[in-house]
C-alpha cells in the first residue's frame, strides 16, 4: 500500500489564476522536499537495522567468502539457470502458485506431463534452502524432467526464517502435502500413488512432518486431513535428520550455532525436530509402523550435509521394523546430485534411480523409460566442473 494515499475523484477541469499558478508550484516544491526528506529519513533508518542484522549473522570471512563463492557458481550454472527459468515462467505445463493455504506463501506448483493418459504418479517435493532461503522454484529442473517422465510433480513452498521458526516450516509443508493428497486427482495425479520428496533442508522438515503425523494418527496430537497411508515412499535427498549430530557441522560451515538454535526455536526442540530421535522414543513405537517405506539418496562428497546423516537414519528405521535403504553416489556433493548432474544432461544416477523407484511394477512405463531420448545438456562440461569446485553448498 502506498504511503501517500489520494481519493478518486469526478474528473473536472480547473483554470488556475497565474498568480495562484506560481503559489501551487512553490507548494509541489515544498511537498517533494518533504517526500525527498522522508525517503532518506527511511533509508537512515533501515541502513543501521540492515547491518545489525548482518551483524547478528555474525558476517564475518566465512560468510564472505561462500558468498563470494556463491556469486562464482551462480554465474557457471547461470546458462541452466535461464533455460529452466523461460520453462518455468512460460511453460503452458506448469500451474504456478496454486493456494492451499491461508499464510503466506502457502502455494504450490504443478508440473504436469503432456499426455494424459490415465492418473499419473505424483511427487509431492519439498525442496531445501538452509531453512532461510528456500523457494517452491528451486524445483522447477526436477518438475521439468520427471514431468517428461508421464510424472506430477507438486512443489511446495514454505515459509522461511526469520519470517518463521521450524514448526511453522513444519506445518505449511504438512499442509502442502494434505492438499496434495485431497486434490491432485482434479490434475491427473492418482491419489493411490503418492511419493513424498524433500531435498537438504526440505528432506529434514518433510521427514518432520511425516514423523509428526504417525504420532498424530496414534492419537497423540491434533488430527489432519491426510494419511500416512496415501505416501507410497518417502524420498530423502542430501538431508539431516539429527540436529544433534549436526550443529557443530553447521556452525563450522557457517550456520552459527545462536542462528541455528534460532531456527529451531531452541536447545530443548532440537529432540522434537530431530526424526531419527523421535523415532526411537519407546512411547511412538507404533507410530514408527506407520512410516510409509523410506529412500535415503546421498553423495559421498557432499559437505554440507555429511553421507553419515542418511546411514545413520536409514540404519535406526530398520532397525525399529521400517523399510528403509541409503543409496550413495561415491564423490558427489551437495549440489552434484540435484543441480550439475541434471544440467548435464544424458545419465544420471539419481534420476534413475527415482524414476526406476516410482515406476516399478508398471511395465509399460518402465519401457518408455527405457526408449526416452536422452536428457539434453543445459551448461556446458568445463563450466560445471568449476561449479563442482566452486559450489560454496
Known amino acids: 500500500m502506498s ?48 547491518f545489525n ?57 504443478l508440473y504436469l506431463p503432456k499426455s494424459n493418459d490415465g492418473p499419473k504418479p505424483v511427487v509431492a517435493f519439498v525442496t531445501g534452502g538452509a531453512w532461510t532461503i528456500g523457494n517452491k522454484a528451486w524445483g522447477s529442473l526436477l518438475g521439468q524432467q520427471l514431468s517428461e517422465r508421464d510424472i506430477i510433480v507438486a512443489c511446495i513452498d514454505y515459509r522461511n ?59 497423540e496430537g491434533e488430527s489432519s486431513s491426510w494419511s500416512l497411508s496415501q505416501i507410497k515412499t518417502y524420498f530423502g535427498l542430501s538431508g539431516g535428520y539429527n540436529l544433534y549430530n549436526l550443529i557443530d557441522h553447521f556452525h563450522s560451515r557457517g550456520l552459527y550455532r545462536s542462528i541455528f538454535l534460532n531456527i529451531m526455536e531452541g536447545e530443548e526442540s532440537l529432540h522434537r525436530f530431530s526424526p531419527e530421535v523421535m523415532v526411537q522414543v519407546p512411547k511412538f513405537a507404533n507410530a514408527v ?5 523410506v529412500v535415503l539418496f546421498h553423495g559421498t562428497g557432499d559437505y554440507s550435509i555429511p553421507s553419515d546423516a542418511s546411514k545413520s537414519f536409514s540404519e535406526t528405521l530398520k532397525k525399529l521394523g521400517v523399510r528403509a535403504e541409503t543409496i550413495l553416489y561415491e564423490g558427489k556433493t551437495h549440489t552434484d ?49 568449476l561449479a563442482h569446485i566452486i559450489s560454496p553448498f
Not at 515544498?30 to 533508518?45: C, D, E, V
Not at 504456478?96 to 504450490?108: A, C
Not at 491432485?184 to 522438515?205: K, T, V
Not at 518408455?368 to 545438456?377: F, G, H, N, T, Y
Request: net charge neutral; charged share 20%.
Open 53 to 109: 542484522f548482518l551483524s547478528y549473522l555474525g558476517v564475518g570471512y566465512k560468510w564472505i567468502t561462500r558468498f563470494l563463492a556463491l556469486c562464482c557458481y551462480g554465474l557457471l550454472i547461470l546458462p541452466g539457470c535461464l533455460q529452466v527459468g523461460y520453462y518455468y515462467f512460460f511453460s503452458s505445463q506448469i500451474r504456478r502458485g496454486v493456494v492451499f493455504g491461508d499464510k503466506p506463501r502457502n502455494s504450490l506448483d
Open 337 to 385: 546430485v540435484f543441480v550439475q548432474d541434471p544440467m548435464r544432461g544424458g545419465k544420471d544416477d539419481l534420476f534413475d534411480d527415482l524414476v526406476g523407484y516410482i515406476h516399478a511394477g508398471d511395465a509399460e512405463a518402465s519401457a518408455k523409460d527405457a526408449a526416452a531420448p536422452p536428457r539434453r545438456r543445459l551448461v556446458p562440461e568445463f563450466m560445471l566442473k
Open 289 to 293: 509402523s506407520l512410516l510409509p517405506p
Open 161 to 219: 526464517f526469520p519470517q518463521v521458526t521450524i514448526g511453522d516450516m513444519v506445518a505449511d509443508a504438512s499442509q502442502g502435502i494434505s492438499f496434495v493428497c485431497n486434490n491432485i486427482a482434479e490434475y491427473g495425479g492418482d491419489p493411490n500413488r503418492i511419493y513424498l520428496m524433500g531435498q537438504s533442508a526440505g528432506a529434514h522438515i518433510a521427514a518432520c512432518a511425516l514423523v509428526e503425523k504417525a504420532i498424530t494418527e496414534l492419537g
Open 3 to 50: 504511503m501517500f494515499h489520494n481519493d478518486h475523484e469526478p474528473s473536472t477541469t480547473l483554470i488556475i489564476p497565474s498568480s495562484s499558478s506560481s503559489s501551487l508550484k512553490e507548494k509541489n516544491k515544498n511537498k517533494n522536499k518533504n517526500i525527498h526528506h522522508l525517503s532518506l529519513s527511511h533509508t537512515f533508518f533501515s541502513t543501521p537495522l540492515s
